[in-house]
């Protein structure tokens, strides 16, 4: 999930096969080397049960959303291990590892910091999806004209290089967190060249990549496979947004003056959340209950990836998938527990969103964080 989020109805039910054709074409000819021939499989055993860790290398340090500069220490990531879980997925922003008057300069001792907390991860028995993670507007500044996307490719050249010693089997590098963009022609072509960059640097690690936009199924479906064949396919799960992001204080206005949306939906179990929401939010509620989402509608945004990722025989897996902490305690954990288990079903591995802040598994008690019960049992562990 990015740092701000925002969705229009609609936005992602686009049919576009002529834009799935075309970039299928485009990328039919293009070929280049990889070290390993596909994903490591003790690294795609690895990534079966995930949390994210959204604010430890995002945001200022110290970030105000965790409790101390380093955020984790080897009790929290021994805490995550026990809980079940098997890796963790590490958002990093440039800005915190590049030099601010000097983007392109990689800063040594950010970079050292940021591996021994990969050790640490290790340490701990978790493997590591690390993934550069901008602000919406550096985003925007790489779909422009301009030097930013040379600037982007040569901290990746930097990043993955400084990172490649790492053990393929224990660590995965993904391109962008939600590239928000609506045009998949423009990140397919800069998300190839960026994989050849980080190939060169990281000839045998998996590189996880996305559809465009905010990596939801459709936009996964969108992308044409790229001819390397040790990727990993990333999309994000948070269908509907009406619930998941019910409450949230950025992104689309709506979500803010929505509460208390139930799931499953329908027109009578929305009465109560449609007669206190006001007059411009009420019918978004009332639509949200016609929707009728339960766990069947869910499942088949998930067989759509399912059927995408067999018809070009690559693997996927689900980055990044929650629901805010607004939401009623049990439609949390029954959204959650569906969509884990449709998941699974699809024979992927997923990484829930999130270990701190809006969509928090955890609760902090006595100064530490320590998971809430509910959510591990949503989660199957």
Request: hydrophobic share 45%.
């Given at each position: 999930?990015?740092?701000?989020?925002?969705?229009?109805?609609?936005?992602?039910?686009?049919?576009?096969?002529?834009?799935?054709?075309?970039?299928?074409?485009?990328?039919?000819?293009?070929?280049?080397?990889?070290?390993?021939?596909?994903?490591?499989p003790a690294l795609?055993?690895?990534?079966?049960?995930?949390?994210?860790?959204?604010?430890?290398?995002?945001?200022?340090?110290?970030?105000?959303?965790?409790?101390?500069?380093?955020?984790?220490?080897?009790?929290?990531?021994?805490?995550?291990?026990?809980?079940?879980?098997?890796?963790?997925?590490?958002?990093?922003?440039?800005?915190?590892?590049?030099?601010?008057?000097?983007?392109?300069?990689?800063?040594?001792?950010?970079?050292?910091?940021?591996?021994?907390?990969?050790?640490?991860?290790?340490?701990?028995?978790?493997?590591i999806i690390v993934?550069?993670?901008?602000?919406?507007?550096?985003k925007k500044r790489?779909?422009?004209?301009?030097?930013?996307?040379?600037?982007?490719?040569?901290?990746?050249?930097?990043?993955?290089?400084?990172?490649?010693?790492?053990?393929?089997?224990?660590?995965?590098?993904?391109?962008?967190?939600?590239?928000?963009?609506?045009?998949?022609?423009?990140?397919?072509?800069?998300?190839?060249?960026?994989?050849?960059?980080?190939?060169?640097?990281?000839?045998?690690?998996?590189?996880?990549?996305?559809?465009?936009?905010?990596?939801?199924?459709?936009?996964?479906?969108?992308?044409?496979?790229?001819?390397?064949?040790?990727?990993?396919?990333?999309?994000?799960?948070?269908?509907?947004?009406?619930?998941?992001?019910?409450?949230?204080?950025?992104?689309?206005?709506?979500?803010?003056?929505?509460?208390?949306?139930?799931?499953?939906?329908?027109?009578?179990?929305?009465?109560?959340?449609?007669?206190?929401?006001?007059?411009?939010?009420?019918?978004?509620?009332?639509?949200?209950?016609?929707?009728?989402?339960?766990?069947?509608?869910?499942?088949?945004?998930?067989?759509?990836?399912?059927?995408?990722?067999?018809?070009?025989?690559?693997?996927?897996?689900?980055?990044?998938?929650?629901?805010?902490?607004?939401?009623?305690?049990?439609?949390?954990?029954?959204?959650?527990?569906?969509?884990?288990?449709?998941?699974?079903?699809?024979?992927?591995?997923?990484?829930?969103?999130?270990?701190?802040?809006?969509?928090?598994?955890?609760?902090?008690?006595?100064?530490?964080?320590?998971?809430?019960?509910?959510?591990?049992?949503?989660?199957?562990?």
């Open positions: 999930m990015g740092i701000v989020r925002f969705f229009r109805p609609g936005a992602h039910v686009r049919a576009l096969p002529l834009l799935a054709a075309g970039l299928l074409l485009m990328t039919a000819c293009e070929r280049f080397d990889a070290g390993a021939d596909t994903p490591s795609v055993t690895a990534l079966q049960r995930g949390v994210n860790l959204s604010h430890w290398w995002t945001g200022p340090a110290p970030n105000p959303v965790i409790r101390s500069r380093h955020a984790l220490e080897a009790a929290d990531l021994a805490g995550i291990r026990e809980a079940g879980f098997t890796h963790v997925r590490l958002p990093v922003d440039p800005v915190r590892v590049f030099e601010a008057e000097r983007p392109g300069v990689l800063r040594g001792s950010e970079i050292a910091r940021l591996k021994r907390d990969i050790a640490a991860v290790m340490d701990a028995g978790l493997a993934v550069m993670q901008m602000d919406s507007e550096a790489l779909f422009a004209s301009g030097g930013a996307v040379d600037v982007f490719a040569s901290q990746w050249a930097q990043f993955a290089r400084g990172l490649s010693d790492v053990p393929e089997d224990r660590l995965a590098l993904e391109v962008l967190n939600e590239p928000e963009t609506e045009n998949p022609w423009a990140w397919g072509r800069l998300q190839r060249g960026l994989v050849e960059t980080i190939r060169e640097a990281a000839p045998d690690h998996s590189i996880i990549v996305t559809g465009a936009h905010f990596s939801d199924p459709t936009d996964l479906t969108m992308l044409a496979p790229l001819p390397d064949g040790n990727v990993i396919y990333g999309f994000h799960f948070y269908t509907p947004h009406n619930f998941t992001h019910q409450g949230a204080s950025w992104g689309w206005d709506m979500w803010r003056r929505m509460r208390d949306l139930p799931f499953p939906s329908s027109p009578d179990a929305v009465k109560a959340a449609a007669a206190k929401a006001d007059a411009g939010a009420r019918s978004h509620v009332e639509h949200y209950g016609q929707q009728r989402w339960d766990t069947g509608k869910l499942r088949t945004r998930i067989q759509m990836v399912k059927q995408w990722a067999g018809r070009h025989g690559v693997t996927a897996q689900c980055t990044e998938f929650g629901v805010i902490e607004l939401a009623s305690p049990a439609d949390r954990e029954r959204w959650l527990g569906d969509s884990r288990r449709l998941i699974e079903e699809a024979g992927f591995g997923w990484t829930v969103w999130d270990y701190a802040g809006e969509f928090s598994i955890t609760r902090t008690q006595a100064g530490a964080q320590v998971f809430d019960p509910s959510m591990l049992d949503a989660l199957g562990l």
